[in-house]
């Protein structure tokens, strides 16, 4: 009987110290995949994403808040893997277009078809990667928020005007 809640004091423990923490969350309307799997609006306008996430979007933006300060605005058809070693967070494209905002202290890395992509910090600008084959554009500059379409004073309009992404209100459906 002993060594039977041992393991199961250690099962649990190793459950706990393997359990993925959060790198950030993401906010949309609607159409974003998180590992495949639709993400039920409804329920929750924000969701997090871990180490090992993919994230896609499908005909709506997203905003990704990471720890950090760092947001990366997610065009429509867009798709990334977050990755974490050793506690320095990155962003590996698979497509489309992100929008960055980097804070000076950050660590955050951005790569794109396994090819680790030159950003200073703090950097405000695009990373695109129009097809998998090619090689990703980097263009600094001010960035071009995503506009996020929500009804006003839902639980998604607070959390897309905490993200910092551009809002377009509209009325409820009647």
Known sequence: MYLIKLFAVLGLACSLACATQPLGKITTTEGVLINGE??????????PVAANDEVATTTN??????????????????????EDTGGIPSLHLALGRICLKVA???????????????????????????????????????????????????????A????????VTASPAR
Request: glycine share 6%; with cysteine; aromatic share 6%.
């Open 104 to 158: 000076k202290e950050s660590v955050l890395q951005i790569f794109a078809l396994g090819e680790q992509l030159s950003i200073a910090h703090p950097f405000e600008g695009s990373v695109t990667l129009s097809t998998p084959h090619e090689k990703a554009t980097v263009t600094a500059g001010r960035c071009r928020f995503p506009v996020i379409p929500v009804v006003a004073g839902t639980a998604a309009a607070a």
């Open 61 to 82: 933006p997203a905003v990704l808040m990471l720890l950090k300060n760092d947001r990366a605005y997610m065009d429509a058809k867009t798709s990334l893997q977050m």
């Open 38 to 47: 639709g993400v039920p609006q409804k329920t929750a306008p924000t969701w």
């Open 160 to 167: 897309a005007a905490a993200a910092g992404a551009a809002i």
